[in-house]
């Protein structure tokens, strides 16, 4: 079974950047679309931006022009490049990826983001 494991989170000024990498323990099928996710506290998880394996990418309205999701198949593993971060982008983000057939989730551990000053 895949293991996804999510490192990069941090402490980040407003207008700062962090780069979240997830690394996949097995290879990432084309079954699957690769995404991050992300929950601040009180809230419900929520899409942040995700990636098929045709590298076709979604993003969230809120993230648009400020993040960008890439994938190295070769190395197994999703990157979110997130610039002009604001407070509103604090929470725990999450690496997950969806079956497409069978709609299922998988999940990494989480990797705490906080932009504050």
């Known amino acids: 079974q895949v293991q996804l494991v999510e490192s990069g989170g941090g402490l980040v000024q407003p207008g700062g950047s962090l780069r979240l990498t997830c690394a996949a323990s097995g290879r990432i099928s084309s079954i699957y679309v690769m995404g991050w996710y992300r929950q601040a506290p009180g809230k419900q998880r929520e899409l942040v931006a995700t990636i098929t394996s045709g590298g076709v990418t979604n993003y969230a309205d809120s993230v648009k022009g400020r993040f960008t999701i890439s994938r190295d198949t070769a190395k197994n593993t999703v990157y979110l490049q997130m610039n002009s971060l604001k407070p509103e982008d604090t929470a725990v983000y999450y690496c997950?990826?969806?079956?497409?057939?069978?709609?299922?989730?998988?999940w990494g551990q989480g990797t705490q983001v906080t932009v504050s000053s």
């Open positions: 997950g990826r969806r079956h497409t057939i069978l709609l299922t989730m998988d």
